[in-house]
């Protein structure tokens, strides 16, 4: 059957395995201290972005320079909304990724008339230099200082890194299912049609610019998402957090976990975010290593860790 | 005329200061094979791409069906039941063989819609059955059923074709435009495709192809239209083509 060749090929063993792992990171607070948690909210919080943008780099085909822009959207509108406004959290999250997935739909428009490598500079102009907007406003976002997250309240009480990290867990869990349903199915395969050739794409019926559109709006969405739970869980954002270096480390961890397959973004996310805490001791060789990994498996392993393993596991089969 | 599937109504092709195409009327019947032939660089493949919409004519209009298909991209052209293929195959070549006939049946399976795919709705899973039986019905019907888990860019050049040939099936079409389909096959490869051929056409599906190999020509096709430089010098059946004057001067020569 065709149905799981996104991971190993069993759909109910994979349920069961992405079982496994929530449990067990479920469990993870009582066994480990408040740093490994820290981690691991990092881990999950790139994974998500890296989801996203593998929906549209790998499974579409295109480039995108811009994710960090609505990853900055995502973090700082419901920030300021609760900073200036008093709102609560819970209804300023949502008002945030619905801004960002507005200002996505709109510049998709413009952006979608470009091919390829002139599309990849339209994100880079369209949405990267979002961050530098809230730099400007420095009143509103504390400019360049970067602004203080009023903490989550929930009747009457402070919700500390436990609320979060159980929050940013089951938000990854969501968004990996969501990715490995889309993956397999009829979306999945036009996403991959457009990206192997669109002229044949659109010769059996795929009207290529509707699904550019819309992985682009799920790589918009998923990138608001992932910056209002980074900016509850981290208490402090600065705009410099949101610039093209954040994007670019997206992009190294795609395609060092591996473009177009289903687990890539995590492997990447897990390694590249946490070779710098690894290295802690030595942490000025920590973007060293971080560039040697990404040299070797490019050398090495062209199709990303998990894309290399799966081609010689199916090699064997 | 109700057994006229495509109809061509004085279709002329401009690029820059060259005319591909001029006036040119072309009647293609339903339920059987019609072939285009003509000698390189009569227009044969611009004919094709102006009817599957890759660019639009200069003057004339083109009628699928009695409705003018003029101006439509080629998604919409293929959702009204055209499909192709190309002359130099363009697969999905990081798909396998069997991914690119089920992304064929994008069209006409439609559960499969954003909300209903993320949230893994039993009708979507069913429709996957369905798709993946299709597509394996469809790869046994083109006999590469066996590599239906290769990846589609490593298959040599004649199975490639006929994956392509798979792949335009899968969207159930009206009318299948092959460009020169048999191009690059050996003999006994050529005789497999003509069966292929005469089974879609017994499914109901109307073919106009384009091809070089008069064998194969003479062999299958029901109707020929013959181009030389962008205009239509005859048409007729296979035997009344050999024997056509004009014909045998621009392209078939003594032989036929």
Known sequence: MPLGLTMLGNRKRDFFILLVVVVLLMILPLVVGEFYLYVVRLICIYTILTIGLNIFMGYCGQINFGASGFFCIGAYIPTILQMKLGWHYLVAFPVGVITSLFVGWVVSWPLLRLRSHAMAIGTMALAMPIYLVFERFEKITGGSDGTVVPPTIFFGSTMGNLFYYYSILVFTAVVFLIAYFLADSRIGRALKAVRDNQDAAEAIGVDANHYRRLAWLVNVLLAGIAGGLYAQQAAYISPVTFSLGSNILMLVMLCVGGQGTILGPVVGAIIMTSIPYILISIQHYALLVQGLILFAVLRFMPAGIVGTIAKRFARVA | ?256
């Open chain 2, 1 to 256: 005329m109700s057994n006229v599937l495509l109809n061509l109504r004085g279709v002329s092709k401009d690029f820059g200061g060259l005319r591909a195409l001029n006036r040119v009327d072309l009647d293609v019947k339903k339920g059987v094979i019609t072939a285009l032939i003509g000698p390189n660089g009569a227009g044969k493949t611009t004919l094709i791409n102006i009817i599957s919409g890759v660019y639009g004519s200069s003057e004339g209009s083109v009628l699928f069906e009695g409705r003018s298909i003029d101006g439509l991209r080629s998604y919409e052209i293929a959702g009204m039941g055209i499909s192709r293929t190309f002359q130099l195959t363009k697969l999905f070549g990081g798909m396998s063989v069997l991914e690119n006939v089920m992304v064929g049946t994008h069209l006409w399976a439609r559960r499969g819609n954003f909300w209903r795919t993320i949230l893994n709705f039993p009708s979507v899973r069913r429709e996957e059955v369905k798709i993946y039986e299709d597509a394996m019905e469809i790869l046994r019907l083109t006999h590469i059923e066996h590599l239906a888990k290769e990846k589609s860019n490593n298959l040599p050049h004649g199975q490639q074709r006929l994956l392509e040939l798979a792949r335009a099936i899968a969207t159930k079409p009206k009318l299948i435009l092959l460009d020169e389909p048999a191009a690059g096959l050996n003999l006994h490869e050529q005789d497999r495709l003509q069966e292929t051929l005469r089974s879609i056409v017994s499914m109901g599906i109307t073919i106009l192809l384009i091809e070089h190999h008069m064998r194969v020509v003479m062999n299958i096709s029901d109707w020929v239209h013959v181009l030389d430089v962008g205009c239509k010098i005859g048409e007729g059946t296979p035997k009344d083509i050999g024997r056509n004057p004009a014909v045998v001067k621009a392209y078939l020569g003594k032989e036929y």
